[in-house]
């Protein structure tokens, strides 16, 4: 018999539907939605596709989640996303190049 192993993930989501609203998943799911829009924007002004830019801010958002207990300011979120939705089209631009 084997034990089910609880990720941070889950453990986050069963405390929000537990009525916890203060864990860290829950706080990046309030700031995605209200800050989705404005993000999405600095995407497209990266990319020529809008496609290509809701991928590049997908990418960039995940990427958000895994470091999101790590950003100590969480004021700077907005540069720290730009900065990765950056470094990501950076990264895909210069796959593309070889």
Same mark, same amino acid.
């Given at each position: 018999?084997?034990? &089910?192993?609880?990720?941070? $993930? !889950?453990?986050?989501?069963?405390?929000? #539907?537990? +009525?916890? &609203?203060?864990?860290?998943? $829950? !706080?990046?799911?309030?700031?995605?939605? #209200?800050? +989705?829009?404005?993000?999405?924007?600095? $995407?497209?002004?990266?990319?020529?596709?809008?496609?290509?830019?809701?991928?590049?801010?997908?990418? $960039?958002?995940?990427?958000?989640?895994?470091?999101?207990?790590?950003?100590?300011?969480?004021?700077?979120?907005?540069?720290?996303?730009r900065r990765a939705l950056l470094n990501t089209r950076t990264s895909q631009w210069r796959k593309r190049k070889v």
């Amino acid at each position: 018999m084997t034990t &089910p192993v609880c990720t941070g $993930a !889950s453990r986050a989501a069963s405390a929000t #539907a537990a +009525g916890h &609203p203060h864990t860290p998943y $829950a !706080s990046f799911s309030s700031y995605v939605r #209200a800050r +989705g829009p404005v993000l999405l924007r600095t $995407a497209r002004s990266l990319t020529a596709n809008p496609c290509d830019a809701e991928d590049l801010l997908q990418t $960039a958002l995940a990427k958000t989640y895994v470091a999101w207990e790590r950003i100590e300011d969480h004021r700077a979120l907005d540069g720290y996303v730009r900065r990765a939705l950056l470094n990501t089209r950076t990264s895909q631009w210069r796959k593309r190049k070889v």
